[in-house]
């Protein structure tokens, strides 16, 4: 059983992710490879309007070439974790405009992109020398509008982060090996939506679809019933991340991040909240605590907490008073 996960651009927490298009076109060229290496570049980051990727245009008498564009889409995948096995993955969009004028139908590619802010596009972010070559999935630009998906190939499961930000562009297959072959000359009008992340918005907003499998998520509580020997551990399996929980309980010591090669005790039980007894402990001594859980996949450990026993029950002497 695995775990599916959709990531929106402009999605989690902490960071703020583009989806836009770059942009290039606003003079003529001469050559393809004027064009193909420009280093300018429009920006659109994405709104809930549609944005006109003009692939390529080659106007004839005389022939020139204007208009290229990357569709750049940026994805917090930290979600998964680093654990996370990833089986497949594809990445959505809405085609929203056909090619005119008999231009051609390119295949569109999904690589790299590296770009200087996950916050927003720039327009040294064009650069070609930014874009891989390396092609992570296509398909051939249909002649009909609708909702589309691009299946990542092993490179670009690879290539997914799984502890911070995942940075793809959809290139023509033009754009990638630098050569247009139109089938005759005439407009090339492409359109995806990129329509920013927002709840409740429809299915036509890009989106990055990971399925995989991946060590539990597992949150450690404070000790309650703090004793000179012992304490009760408090503890939650969130998440067994679509693979059975074969263990779980708390692991201690007196120094900090403790293992399951440290002192621990088992609980029976799968997903959710737990207690376990903590023993054997010795008195005004600091110790620190995990919870912890395994599934198929690995090991996993909630947060480090700290805690110090009591100490021993004070006895006073007795007196003999004397009139």
């Known amino acids: 059983m695995s775990t599916t996960r959709q990531i ?3 999605e989690g927490t902490g960071n703020t992710t583009v989806d836009g298009v770059l942009s290039t076109g606003v003079a003529a060229y001469s050559t393809e490879s004027q064009l193909f290496n420009e280093t300018n570049a429009n920006l659109v980051d994405a709104t809930s309007t549609t944005s006109n990727l003009k692939f390529m245009q080659k106007v004839s008498s005389p022939t020139l070439y204007s208009g290229l564009a990357k569709f750049v889409m940026t994805f917090d995948t930290s979600i ?5 096995v990833i089986a497949s993955a594809y990445v959505h969009f809405y085609i929203h405009d056909t090619p005119s004028n008999g231009a051609g139908s390119p295949d569109l590619h999904i690589t790299s992109a590296s770009i200087a802010s996950n916050n927003n596009l720039q327009a040294s972010d064009f650069a070609r020398s930014n874009f891989g070559s390396t092609s992570y999935g296509s398909i051939t630009y249909p002649l009909s509008t609708g909702n589309r998906q691009i299946d990542l190939n092993a490179s670009g499961i690879t290539a ?3 502890t911070g930000i995942t940075s793809f562009a959809i290139r023509s297959e033009w754009d990638r090996v630098g050569s247009y072959n139109p089938e005759s000359a005439g407009t090339t009008q492409f359109a995806i939506r990129t329509t920013d992340y927002r709840p409740g918005i429809g299915s036509d907003i890009p989106y990055l679809w990971v399925v995989y499998s991946a060590a539990p998520i597992v949150v450690t509580n404070n000790v309650k019933n703090l004793g000179t020997t012992a304490c009760t551990g408090q503890g939650n399996v969130t998440n067994d991340e679509g693979e059975t ?3 779980r309980g708390f692991c201690w010591s007196t120094s900090p991040n403790p293992t399951t090669s440290d002192s621990k005790v088992v609980v029976s039980g799968t997903i959710g909240a737990y ?21 198929s996949i690995g090991t996993s450990y909630g947060s480090n907490v700290e805690f110090t026993t009591k100490s021993g029950d004070f006895k006073p002497k007795a007196f003999i008073l004397t009139w």
Request: without cysteine; charged residues 15%; negative net charge.
């Open 8 to 10: 929106f651009p402009d």
């Open 80 to 84: 998964l974790g680093s654990t996370a």
């Open 160 to 162: 997914i982060n799984k």
């Open 245 to 247: 929980i074969t263990e």
């Open 275 to 295: 207690e376990g007894s903590i023993t054997g402990l010795s008195a005004s001594t600091t110790y620190n605590v995990r919870a912890y859980a395994i599934n």
